[in-house]
């Protein structure tokens, strides 16, 4: 079994996301000790932003690209596949100005290919591929966006994510949000991470419980596409 971790923290040692992500992580591999990880940081392996020939690129078809056209979509190319390859996602991310870092946006914009991670039939109705994936979007906040704050109706990070990941097929969407952090009182910074904590332990037992079944039942293949 496959698990991809992606981190997009601007921030390394000091980085509440990432230091959320490996324990959540690290709760999965007690379970299953064989869990394979796939790691990308974002920060690092920064994915290119769109571009004039970027969009002609994918928009043209496959067996009609240049050689160029092929070397400019090549880490698209890989990014899609290693999502597609992945059963367990874990996107860790803080909360940049309402909505997600830039670098997760061109990594959006890069995994969202048409003939890869969604395809159009005949009607043109778009079928997308993650249908398997259990994926985990883990945010950290620096204010608290709760209904009964002032800053209520501002999140603009989780319909994004929603709805850029359901167009591509995701079925299993599991959102943990830490909050509020940066600009917190230590009290209510605590609290924020102690929740957050508690989410993700009960969201790795639940996603071991599941995998444990699949894996139980020799009617389905060990595959998390079967998983409700």
Not at 96 to 117: C, E, H, Q
Not at 168 to 182: D, K
């Amino acid at each position: 079994m496959k698990l991809l971790h992606v981190d997009a923290s601007a921030k390394r040692a000091t980085s509440n996301s990432r230091a959320l992500a490996r324990q959540f992580i690290a709760l999965l591999q007690q379970g299953l000790p064989d869990l394979e990880v796939d790691y990308l940081d974002l920060t690092v392996d920064v994915p290119s932003h769109v571009t004039e020939e970027f969009a002609r690129a994918i928009y043209t078809p496959k067996d009609l690209r240049t050689v160029e056209m092929h070397d400019l979509l090549a880490d698209s190319d890989r990014m899609a596949t290693q999502l597609l390859a992945a059963d367990l996602v874990v996107f860790a991310m803080p909360m940049y100005n309402w909505s997600m870092p830039s670098v997760f946006k061109a990594y959006i914009d890069n995994i969202i290919r048409a003939g890869l991670t969604y395809i159009s039939d005949e009607q043109g109705i778009i079928h997308g591929q993650l249908n398997k994936q259990r994926i985990l979007f883990l945010t950290t906040r620096g204010a608290d966006l709760g209904p009964e704050s002032r800053y209520a109706g501002m999140d603009a990070l989780t319909p994004a994510l929603q709805a850029a990941f359901k167009f591509i097929g995701a079925r299993h969407m599991h959102f943990v949000n830490a909050e509020p952090l940066e600009f917190a009182q230590p009290q209510a910074r605590e609290a924020g991470l102690a929740k957050a904590k508690l989410e993700l332990a009960e969201l790795a037992q639940t996603w071991l419980r599941t995998i444990a079944d699949i894996e139980a039942d020799t009617d389905f293949a060990p595959s998390l596409e079967h998983a409700i």
